[in-house]
Nanobody, 124 residues
Framework: QVQLVESGGRLVQAGGSLRLSCAASGRAISYYHMGWFRQAPGKEREFVAVINRSGGNTYYADSVKGRFTISRENAENKVYLQMNSLKPEDTAVYYC?????????????????WGQGTQVTVSS
């Protein structure tokens, strides 16, 4: 089983940038598509971005396209989410997740392995 730990979340002003990290242990992340999700208070967990096993293919939610970039370093067993031009509506707990399915999965229900989350707060 893979264990995931997110880090990098903090309070930032609107327009600023953050880089979230997800460190994996227990199994190589090269076995998994890796996704980032977020959950704001009172809302359901939503898809943010996903990257395939090799890192050669990515997909983003429309709300973050052009502002966020997902990447991975399989040799370091890490996944990243670079977030630029942050908006107050990006405020949420951000989760890293691993999926062993063949296809990209945009639904949280398709992911078995989750981290504990890291809080991102964007002030206006």
């Amino acid at each position: 089983q893979v264990q995931l730990v997110e880090s990098g979340g903090r309070l930032v002003q609107a327009g600023g940038s953050l880089r979230l990290s997800c460190a994996a242990s227990g199994r190589a992340i090269s076995y998994y598509h890796m996704g980032w999700f977020r959950q704001a208070p009172g809302k359901e967990r939503e898809f943010v971005a996903v990257i395939n096993r090799s890192g050669g293919n990515t997909y983003y939610a429309d709300s973050v396209k052009g502002r966020f970039t997902i990447s991975r370093e399989n040799a370091e067993n890490k996944v990243y989410l670079q977030m630029n031009s942050l908006k107050p509506e990006d405020t949420a707990v951000y989760y890293c997740a691993a999926d062993s399915s063949v296809i990209f999965n945009l639904s949280p229900t398709g992911y078995v392995h989750w981290g504990q989350g890291t809080q991102v707060t964007v002030s206006s």
